[in-house]
């Protein structure tokens, strides 16, 4: 897994969040910034591409930072990180609100089993 967070703050958050889980996802490539989330500025994470059994994570930090405290933030971690531990398609690419609905919801019930807050 490679880290290109340049925030120490959300650093230091994603590895606390990611080392607390009783079974942190291994399938994790890529976990990169804004700056890295080329089209996607409003978004404030998003996990992508986990088709080949590799997920890439992107986490805004400048939003993040911006409107979030450090629980929200963690939960929003979490939130990206429950998408790559069950190996979820990246929902921009998906054309199904319904299947959206139901990762995002899949993803927010191991947020809550994890013991984050769903933001
Ligand atoms: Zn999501």
Partial sequence: ???HIKSAKIKRLFLDVYSSLPEPPTNI???????????A?????????CFGGKCDIYLNSKLLLEYFGDNG???????????????????????QPEMDEYLENAADDLVREWGYIVI
């Fill in 29 to 39: 490539h890529e976990v990169g910034d804004e700056t890295q989330l080329k089209g």
């Fill in 41 to 49: 500025d409003e978004l404030l994470g998003l996990t992508y591409e």
């Fill in 73 to 95: 933030i963690r939960g929003i971690i979490a939130h990206e990180l429950a998408h790559a531990y069950l190996g979820h398609p990246g929902s921009l690419l998906s054309t």
């Fill in 1 to 3: 897994m490679i880290v």
